[in-house]
């Protein structure tokens, strides 16, 4: 499996902004999809994530009410709709996959997920 991610750049706060993130090498219908994000200094944390089995998606704590995350099975890419953005949003963005269902706790684990895309950095102005 390979992911392209893509969107990144500079924003003002309160901006909205997408990023996609393209895979191939597997349907994105069979894989759970997250995305990661990684400031400076900081450990990489999840932000959004979807089961390959559907259901409602997780976020953190910080990206509730603002964040998106959606999968287009059609053109085989996850999404990350920004809206509201915030300083503290600046950050380098990963998009991961694994072909497992894990239990919620591990979704969190950046360490559960065996593929990774090569990070779009975005940041937010203030």
């Known amino acids: 499996v390979q992911l392209q991610a893509s969107g990144g750049g500079l924003v003002q706060a309160g901006d909205s902004q997408r990023l996609a993130c393209a895979a191939s090498?597997?349907?994105?219908?069979?894989?759970?999809m997250g995305w990661f994000r990684q400031a400076p200094g900081k450990e990489r944390e999840l932000v959004a994530a979807?089961?390959?089995?559907?259901?409602?998606?997780f976020y953190a704590d910080s990206a509730k009410g603002r964040f998106t995350i959606s999968r287009d099975n059609t053109k085989n890419t996850v999404y990350l709709q920004m809206n509201r953005l915030k300083s503290t949003d600046t950050a380098v963005y990963y998009c991961a996959s694994t072909t497992l269902n894990p239990i919620m706790s591990a979704l969190f684990t950046p360490g559960t997920y065996e593929y990774w895309g090569q990070g779009t950095q975005v940041t937010v102005s203030s």
């Open positions: 979807l089961r390959r089995s559907g259901g409602a998606p």
């Open positions: 090498g597997r349907t994105v219908s069979t894989l759970t």
